[in-house]
């Protein structure tokens, strides 16, 4: 039962997630002020907010300290929460991207249905704060041995609510050995950062769940968890240049958990048949970026990508806008997919971030946007629960009456979505910042065929909140809901054929 506030109203591959280094004679890029869009946090603002986060508990503070942690629960039980899964290579929970002092108390005290046995896993954050990312992961490494499989943890002192490593991460980092939960390749920690990290994510207050391990057994897990809202993938399949086998078992449960009112993002153009391996000649060379063939791969037959009921996400260069053509299509929506900004998985300050790119960031911004509006939803509404309810109610409360999905009271994980995708718009194709970037796909009258409904961005954001809100109509975007219903039907024909 949703609980409101009386208010007033496995040989699987990460995605290309890094663009090599420009090399000489490529098209020169701009200075980063120049570009279409930025999420750099200069002066403590970036593309999504003003970067300013304000305790929860910050009116407990003034309390005497035994005081305290009562006051900073019931602020918790009183806030709309969204909960974000991501299934990647685990997550450096150092970083201060997810730090959160207040949220110290067990999840299960104010997230409804999260497991009261999960146990915490205490770090030495003050440490990493004064020493660096390597001092407190030495001084944490007996508490690290401790982590096994299998076994859900939280993180006090962070919004990392809950991990769970099913499998290994991959390394990549240094010579430290691999434990689970613990991001050993950087992957995951980008991930997690650009959706909910407080400098560089797209849903700042989002609570994060990492799932370690790329492949379906992670995604079965999250899907399955009923205090889970949406659950983001930026990985695919390991095996280059074949149709996969549809795996039924595994695009079976996510129908299930979709139509139970669960988000569940893909990335496209994952994989091996993506990895960055071509040749393909450029004037001065090779291609810097060492890209596959452009618009070389389809998203129909990855079972990520391809069910009807996963929201499929392509990427766009921040530099112009313009959808990247190394990304699997058909999509439903793309987002920004190069030389964007995370935290790193081995840093703990602001300052210690890195480029990240590809599909895999391209989803996890979209999962934030997305994640963004169903908080929104359950503010407005005083609820204050998480998970969907029966019928894919996401967010229920006393209709505030008006205009939008929020009128009568209850959003769904579809009215969520479909506010999302048609808030999305396309960005004009200008002659000289083509030149910037020479790895689009032009958007022309038909930009649909490479980025279905447009560029989740910050006024793309904006608008789906105005939407949501009943202060902007929900866009007609019948040209594209045709284009749409047409792959649709290709991919559901693939997926529920017997």
């Known amino acids: 039962m949703r609980r409101t506030l009386l208010t007033a109203a496995a040989g699987l591959t990460l995605a290309a997630a890094v663009l090599a280094p420009t090399a000489a004679g490529s098209p020169l890029e701009p200075p980063r002020e120049q570009w279409f869009a930025s999420n750099e946090a200069q002066d403590g603002r970036g593309h999504w907010s003003s970067g300013d986060r304000v305790r929860v508990d910050e009116a407990c503070l003034s309390l005497p300290a035994e005081e305290q942690g009562a006051c900073s629960l019931e602020a918790l039980r009183n806030k709309s929460h969204v909960v974000v899964a991501f299934v990647d290579s685990g997550i450096n929970p150092y970083a201060q991207d997810f730090r959160a002092p207040e949220y110290v108390h067990h999840p299960s005290t104010y997230v409804e249905g999260f497991p009261v046995d999960a146990a915490a896993l205490p770090l030495s954050l003050s440490l ?59 992957h995951g920690t980008g991930v997690a950062s650009v959706a909910a990290g407080q400098w560089y994510g797209s849903n700042p207050d989002a609570l994060v769940v990492m799932v370690e391990g790329l492949g379906f057994a992670g995604v079965r897990w999250a899907a399955s968890q009923p205090w889970i809202d949406v659950v983001s993938n930026s990985w695919g399949p390991g095996l280059p240049g074949r149709a996969d086998i549809p795996d039924r078992a595994s695009t079976d449960a996510t129908k299930a958990a979709v139509e139970a009112g669960t988000s569940i993002l893909f990335s496209s153009g994952n994989g091996m048949r993506n990895t960055n391996s071509s040749t393909v000649p450029f004037p001065a060379g090779t291609d810097p970026c060492r890209c596959k063939t452009p618009t070389h791969n389809a998203t129909f037959t990855a079972n990520g990508s391809g069910p009807s009921w996963h929201l499929t996400v392509g990427a766009v260069s921040p530099v112009n806008g313009q959808p990247h053509w190394w990304h699997g ?36 911004v979209t999962a934030g946007v997305l994640s963004a509006l169903v908080q929104r939803g359950r503010e407005v509404l005083g609820d204050v629960t998480e998970g969907p309810e029966p019928g894919g109610v996401v967010a229920a409360g006393a209709a505030p009456g008006g205009d939008g999905p929020l009128a009568d009271g209850a959003l769904t994980r579809a009215e969520a979505e479909r506010v999302l995708v048609t808030s999305a718009q396309p960005h004009e194709a200008t002659p000289e ?47 594209v809901d045709a284009w749409m219903q047409a792959t649709d039907a290709v991919r559901d024909a693939y997926y529920e054929t017997p």
């Open 128 to 186: 990493a704060d004064d020493a660096g990312y390597a001092a407190a992961r030495q001084a944490d490494d007996a508490t690290w041995q401790g982590v096994k499989r299998s076994q859900l943890r939280w993180i006090p002192g962070t919004r990392i609510i809950g991990g769970l490593s099913v499998a290994a991460g991959g390394t990549g980092l240094g010579s430290w050995p691999e434990r689970p939960l613990l991001d050993d390749n950087g």
């Open 329 to 364: 299509v058909p999509v439903d929506v793309a987002s920004f997919g190069s030389k964007w900004r995370a935290a790193a998985g081995d840093g703990v300050q602001l300052g210690d971030s890195r480029d990240f790119g590809g599909t895999s960031c391209a989803t996890p």
């Open 433 to 479: 910042q083509l030149t910037w970037d020479y790895a689009v796909e032009p958007t022309t009258d038909a930009y649909w065929v490479q980025q279905g409904y447009g560029v989740v961005d910050a006024p793309a954001k904006a608008r789906a909140l105005e939407t949501l809100l009943g202060l902007r109509p929900l866009a007609d975007r019948a040209d």
